[in-house]
């Protein structure tokens, strides 16, 4: 069984920074890229940031210069450090994982509960 867990989300004033973390753990056999998507209130969830384990990311515009995800290849962590944060980034953010496990040999995404983050003065 594969357990994602996010923390980290907080209440912030714009212009602040914040950092999420994401452990996921289980009978995991490979981990093949770990990201991060949100929801804001109201509207559908989207994508914020990806990373494979070799690095290569992918970056939501509205994010672009802002935040940066960075995995943990070892811990099976990833994290999202979010800079310069704006009401708009209020949002349920959620953390996934597509990896393969020892009941599960094929990759599949796996996600977590989601952590809330609120940007406002």
């Known amino acids: 069984q594969v357990q994602v867990v996010e923390s980290g989300g907080d209440l912030v004033q714009p212009g602040g920074s914040l950092k999420l973390s994401c452990a996921v753990t289980?009978?995991?056999?490979?981990?093949?890229?770990m990201g991060w998507y949100r929801q804001p209130p109201g509207a559908q969830r989207e994508l914020v940031a990806t990373?494979?384990?070799?690095?290569?990311?992918k970056y939501a515009d509205s994010v672009k210069g802002r935040f940066t995800i960075e995995i943990d290849n070892v811990n099976n962590k990833v994290y999202l450090q979010m800079n310069r944060l704006k009401p708009e980034d209020t949002a349920d953010y959620y953390c996934?994982?597509?990896?393969?496990?020892?009941?599960?040999?094929?990759?599949?995404?796996?996600w977590g509960q989601g952590t809330q983050v609120t940007v406002s003065a």
């Open positions: 996934l994982a597509d990896l393969q496990t020892t009941l599960v040999p094929t990759t599949t995404r796996y």
């Open positions: 289980g009978s995991i056999t490979g981990v093949f890229g």
């Open positions: 990373t494979t384990t070799s690095g290569i990311t």
